[in-house]
């Protein structure tokens, strides 16, 4: 098992910056991928970024957003600047992993709520 703690979030106002952080922990062998999601309010879960080796962005969040990974710590960020409004949402790391006997498991935090006034 692998648990996901996120930290990071908060209120924010509009042009301002945010800093989210993702731990994992638990029975990991190899990450194949971190990564964020978030989740607005009456909106399906969306990707923001992830990291597997290649790295991709959600349009919306391109130049704007940076993910960065420490692999020594099993730590994923998010470094959000330039924030609008529009990127209120709860935010979710999740990560895949890889046990020692090579099966696949996905997992999720329990999300960090982040808020953009205007």
């Known amino acids: 098992q692998v648990q996901l703690v996120e930290s990071g979030g908060g209120l924010v106002q509009a042009g301002g910056s945010l800093r989210l952080s993702c731990a994992a922990s638990?029975?990991?062998?190899?990450?194949?991928?971190m990564g964020w999601y978030r989740q607005a309010p009456g909106k399906q879960r969306e990707l923001v970024a992830i990291s597997s080796g290649v790295t991709t962005y959600a349009d919306s969040v391109k130049g704007r957003f940076t993910i960065f990974r420490d692999n020594a710590k099993n730590m994923v960020y998010l470094q959000m600047n330039s924030l609008k409004p529009g990127d209120t949402a709860v935010y979710y790391c999740?990560?895949?992993?890889?046990?020692?006997?090579?099966?696949?498991?996905?997992?999720w935090g329990q999300g960090t709520q982040v808020t953009v006034s205007s």
């Open positions: 999740r990560t895949s992993v890889s046990n020692r006997f090579g099966i696949v498991n996905n997992y």
């Open positions: 638990g029975s990991i062998f190899s990450i194949n991928l």
